[in-house]
């Protein structure tokens, strides 16, 4: 059974509709992220499920209850802010125990209640402090005590980490990350970082001007993005996008990506195609990831399809566990993702490979996957 579902929804600020039609579905103990960049509609999307904001129409439901118009304390949901929201006078014990005290639950079953809490989230010696005698991490572990502690049908995230520092932001996504596992609560987190989307989601939904562009795993949003913005949005570096032209000369149909030094790049059609789409001398966007986009010894040994190119090394970007590579093609950089240890320098001329096993194509009309 779902525990949340959004049908149709809408959200108008006066004449302005910031959410136009949102349809989502999260089963128990999904892990559902919001991202996109800033703007489109995540935050209000959060905050009409948490009742903060006032739908225009269409239907939320929580536990196949339809609380579309009921107050959020109605709602069985408890929300972490990006700003923590912890009173100052109060101990970090009481900071989490506040919302149980509020309905009269008994002071034994409360104790005994924070402390659970406080062992899973690791700030049992944190306990008799005060938010002023907090790290971020801590004060962010302790708003997420005082969330779990009421044990929810659903839990809220609004950016928590966004005031935290790289390092911290890593730490607390996995600390979210085993809080999730250990606990199977069903959670619907808003970032417009998609790295976080990619390593803590079960379900992505990407938005762009209140719309809803795709649905779909981490790996679909991936692998299979639905159109050229969900394949720039996610991922870093970004997709390759670059223009080609179809042409069916010569038997089957081919993509060929144009250069201005060099013989142009002919390609077959990506297995991930709809090949009965393409018409001779159709304009058409190749999509590949810098993974994919390697040289003879770094192509995956069990791709099925590479097409091998030269082209002229532009930037050299070492990164540690990787070094990425920028090149030319169709008049656009292409960026490539090599070995760490790979010995390229500007101005050397290349061989470099395309795995088209994870390569896709787009209309550039349209934008949607082909």
Known sequence: MATLEIAALRKRFGTIEVLKGIDITLEKGGFLVLVGPSGCGKSTLLNTIAGLEQISSGEIRIAGNDVSHLHPSKRDIAMVFQSYALYPNMSVAENIGFGMEMRGVPRAERDKAVAAVAKTLQIEHLLSRRPSQLSGGQRQRVAMGRALVRRPSIFLFDEPLSNLDAKLRVDMRIEIKRLHQTTGSTIVYVTHDQIEAMTLATKIAVLKNGELQQVGSPSEIYDRPANTFVADFMGSPAMNLLEGTVTAAKGAPRVVIA?????????????????????????????????????????DRNARSVVKFDATVEIVEPAGSDTFVVIHAAGKELTARMRADADLRRGQNHTFAFNLDKAVLFDPQTTARI
């Open 259 to 299: 250069r201005k030094e060099g013989e142009p790049i002919v390609l077959p059609i990506p297995a991930s195609a709809d090949a009965g789409k393409l018409q001779d001398g159709a304009r058409v966007i190749f999509g590949i990831r810098p993974e994919a986009v390697n040289d003879s010894e770094s192509i």
